[in-house]
């Protein structure tokens, strides 16, 4: 069947959420991906960066073929051996001690855990910042601040303020006693690739801590190695008091979690829940990619590999370019010009890359990316740009 064939079926019977590029992925294996029509493409999109160990981790197959033969299907009302050992295995990978609530989706998480900071503190305020992006879903929505996503279902949920990201002074000034929480990416990926300044995070704490607010942290794209550690917070060595985690925490399977500071104790039974997450399938998958990550050190190849990437890619003598930047594997490139056409050229060499914004290019590969497709990436990158 033909690229054109399977395009056209999906916009025929989809609603239309989706501008389609001239490709439908059939088949991927690491960090590379085929279409229907048998090219190949190195896949720097990951899933929208769900996929950090790359397509089909022989790990993660086999996780859940072996779970879908034993049991599909536990609500959380009932213990399960695959979500106990999983438990156990986060809360001691985790840089901070807490406990989990499990969901299906990086959204979710963030759903929960402006639930959970209003539930602990007795207060409403939500301070977020400006180009940050944590969902689509209402309250995930009304903490992201770009305003094409916000306006066309205005009135969102109330009492939530936006501040310049990396700007202390002006989250000092939004920051009060009327505050639940303060909810920041380490990175904005979303935003431009925006990494926080040394010592932002730090001071969100402090800001919090002088107000009694809650430090809300999103880790849905940062999380699971993609920074060149396995959670983003370590480059700065902040505790929040709830951490998202999602996109690539079940090596592509559909999975969301918050992690709770212990200090804040356990939730009352009832005050929030889902029915798919904890699910033995999305068990066995996470605990099969924290193996792998662990095992195979994907944090350090995240952080010589995207160090290596930086140096290339700034390397580029282009007069598009305004600034490279990035943590790890989670790399923007700023343009002068708007970048769909230059993800279109990448497409038709084999490069399948993702915008953040209008004018920056980002790169999410999976961490198991060898160099020579890296390689392949940075020369075809700096023809379309040249």
């Not at 073929?65 to 009932?78: F, K, P, Y």
Request: with cysteine; proline share 6%.
């Amino acid at each position: 069947m033909r690229n054109e064939t399977l395009i056209s079926t999906e916009q025929r019977c989809e609603v239309g959420l989706y501008a389609k590029r001239p490709v439908a992925i059939v088949r991927g294996a690491g960090a590379r991906a085929w279409d229907a029509e048998g090219r190949m493409y190195i896949d720097c999109m990951s899933g929208q960066g769900s996929a950090n160990l790359g397509h089909c981790h022989p790990a993660v197959v086999a996780a859940l073929h072996d779970q879908a033969n034993t049991l599909i299907s536990c609500t959380e009302v009932l213990a399960n051996d695959r979500r106990a050992a999983y438990l156990e295995a986060l809360v001691t990978a985790l840089p901070f001690p807490a406990r989990l609530f499990f969901c299906s989706s990086g959204a979710e998480s963030i759903e929960a855990m402006l639930k959970f900071a209003r539930l602990l503190t007795g207060r409403t305020r939500i301070v977020a910042a400006k180009r940050g992006f944590h969902g689509r879903t209402m309250g995930a929505l009304s903490a992201t601040w770009e305003p094409k996503y916000r306006e066309p279902f205005a009135p969102l949920v109330p009492d939530f303020a936006h501040v310049p990201y990396d700007d202390l002074d002006a989250l000092a000034e939004a920051v009060d006693e009327r505050t639940a929480g303060v909810l920041l990416e380490p990175v904005q990926g979303e935003g431009g690739v925006r990494p926080a300044g040394p010592g932002y995070l730090e001071g969100a704490r402090r800001i919090c801590d002088e107000h009694g607010a809650l430090l809300l942290l999103d880790e849905v794209q940062t999380g699971f190695g993609r920074t060149g550690k396995l959670f983003a917070i370590e480059h700065s060595g902040v505790t929040p008091d709830m951490l998202a985690l999602a996109k690539s925490i079940a090596g592509g399977f559909p999975m969301g979690a918050v992690a709770l500071h212990e200090r804040h104790g356990s939730l009352s039974p009832g005050a929030h829940g889902t029915t798919f997450g904890g699910n033995p399938l999305a068990m066995a998958a996470a605990l099969a990619t924290l193996n792998v990550m662990r095992n195979d050190d994907l944090p350090g190849q995240a952080n010589e590999k995207g160090a290596w990437l930086l140096e290339r890619l700034r390397g580029i003598a282009s007069p598009n370019i305004r600034e490279v930047r990035g943590l790890g594997l989670l790399i923007g490139i700023e343009l002068k010009q708007r970048v769909q056409s230059y993800l279109a050229a990448l497409v038709d060499r084999g490069v399948l890359a993702l915008p953040s914004g209008p004018t920056v290019l980002r790169l999410l590969p999976p961490l198991v990316i060898g160099y020579d497709d890296l390689e392949t990436v940075v020369t075809q990158i700096a023809d379309v740009l040249s």
